[in-house]
């Protein structure tokens, strides 16, 4: 079945780029997000890239999309102790989500 | 707009017993999500609804996991009888279509089977 894989933990400094990786096997993935998780917290969806594109930019966060590798990744940029929380990847064929194990995003002051 | 409601936030039972969730979906969402969120790990879908039809229950362990969702809107998903490795967090989320549309989540129930 679907696959979804992310390293486990990530430590940044406060006002340092933060980069969060993802691959996935579905190579039938329309759509591919990236939700935040903080603690006791359903999860929220940060933003979606299209699988015909190869990056999409909003504000503090680019995600880059290399098809061929089926590998995403979620940059944030001038981190902030707020941005502390699980980023979890997903690919969807545009009707079932398949949900990485999620990256717990630790920003030190 | 009021977002997907879930209760009871927490819920501790013995191993063998039984317990139900609720879920309301935001107003007008046609479709809904049931998935199981194990510490440390991704959600994984227990059971999609569209209106109140099944679309998905492929994953759902049927010998103890039920699911409904009466007259399109509100839903249920009960464990009967619980087994220790139940204890998880449970996610509804809900879509406007089948296809198209954001995925939004409640805060979850979280549930600890002693």
């Known amino acids: 079945g679907e696959d979804v894989e992310q390293s486990l933990f990530l430590s940044v400094r406060e006002g340092d780029s933060s980069v969060i990786n993802c691959t996935y096997t579905?190579?039938?993935?329309?759509?591919l997000y990236w939700y935040k998780q903080e603690p006791g917290a359903g999860l929220q969806l940060l933003t979606y890239?299209?699988?015909?594109?190869d990056m999409k930019q909003d504000q503090r966060l680019t995600v880059l999309l290399n098809k061929k590798d089926k590998h995403l990744s979620l940059r944030i940029a001038d981190t902030q102790t707020g941005d502390s929380a699980i980023y979890f990847c997903?690919?969807?064929?545009?009707?079932?989500?398949?949900f990485g194990p999620g990256t717990r995003l630790s920003v030190l002051p | 707009e009021a977002g997907v409601a879930q209760s009871p936030r927490y819920k501790i039972i013995e191993k063998r017993q039984s317990v139900a969730f609720w879920c309301n979906p935001i107003?007008?969402?046609?479709?809904l999500y049931w998935y199981q969120q194990i510490l440390g790990q991704g959600p994984k879908l227990l059971i999609q609804?569209?209106?109140?039809?099944?679309?998905?229950d492929s994953q759902l362990p049927k010998d103890r996991f039920s699911a409904e969702r009466l007259k399109g809107v509100d839903s249920t998903l009960k464990i009967q009888p619980a087994k220790l490795e139940d204890s998880a967090v449970y996610l509804c989320?809900?879509?406007?279509?089948?296809?198209?549309?954001?995925?939004?989540f409640g805060e979850g129930s979280r549930l600890t089977v002693l």
């Open positions: 609804f569209q209106n109140n039809g099944v679309v998905d």
């Open positions: 997903a690919e969807s064929d545009g009707q079932n989500f398949v």
């Open positions: 989320a809900s879509r406007l279509g089948t296809n198209t549309g954001e995925l939004f």
């Open positions: 107003s007008g969402h046609a479709t």
């Open positions: 890239i299209f699988s015909n594109m």
């Open positions: 579905d190579s039938s993935s329309t759509y």
